[in-house]
């Protein structure tokens, strides 16, 4: 089967162009002050995304209001909760705004993976990203993997999506590893923070197999 890309942190419709022409399915809107990739609400809602490509509005610990302006304003077609946003709240977000949720989850080690079970019992889709290192800033777009053989042999109860650390080169090699049949990526596709490179997401695409 065809795989599904993702492609995190867009903020032009250059960007938006870019991740469609290379056949990716999700582009991902970063409503996150502090990330180098954060689109304000009225960037966000001046872009124009080509028909094939779903928008994920991707944020963190956000409240009602920032999701109501979200929904009210932009036309995205998933959320993003990639915080520390508890089971009850993935749920009641889920069910305030009729959207699929996927859930982010943190992964260093196997201690982390109970999570998964807890979170597929309320969200749509599972994100799978490595652990922010002590001291960073954002919780994800940090450009670490984790240990991808954690997950072999997993059996899942929802799609789920590999992320953290992915690029062109070794994409591939996360997908064989994990099973995975979805990848998002971030910062593997930028020439500088926040800062989309279209041959890297062309080249991201086609080592994902698009
Ligand atoms: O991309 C960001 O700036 C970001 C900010 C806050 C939370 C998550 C963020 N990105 C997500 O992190 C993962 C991994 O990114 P990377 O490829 O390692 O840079 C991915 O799911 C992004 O959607």
Not at 18 to 47: E, I, N, Q
Request: aromatic share 4%; with cysteine; hydrophobic share 50%.
């Amino acid at each position: 089967m065809r795989p599904l890309v993702k492609i995190c942190g867009l903020r032009t419709d250059a960007d938006l162009q870019s991740v469609a022409d290379a056949g990716a399915h999700y582009g991902g809107l970063v409503f996150f002050p502090k990330s180098p990739r954060a689109v304000d609400l009225d960037t966000a809602a001046a872009l124009r995304a080509p028909d094939a490509l779903k928008l994920v509005a991707l944020v963190v610990d956000a409240d009602d209001a920032l999701l109501d302006a979200i929904i009210a304003r932009i036309g995205v077609q998933m959320l993003q909760l990639h915080g520390h946003e508890t089971p009850e709240r993935v749920a009641a977000v889920r069910q305030r705004y009729g959207l699929p949720i996927m859930k982010a989850i943190s992964v260093a080690t196997r201690d982390d993976l109970p999570a998964i079970a807890t979170y597929e019992a309320v969200a749509d889709q599972i994100l799978l990203d490595a652990k922010a290192p002590k001291g960073a800033i954002l919780p994800g777009g940090n450009g670490v993997a984790f240990d991808w053989t954690l997950l072999q042999g997993r059996v899942w109860s929802k799609p789920w999506m590999l992320a953290g650390g992915l690029t062109p080169e070794n994409v591939a090699e996360g997908m064989r590893l994990t099973g995975a049949a979805q990848v998002d990526v971030s910062s593997g596709v930028e020439s500088a923070p926040g800062v989309k490179d279209p041959a890297l997401i062309r080249a991201f695409a086609a080592a994902a197999g698009l």
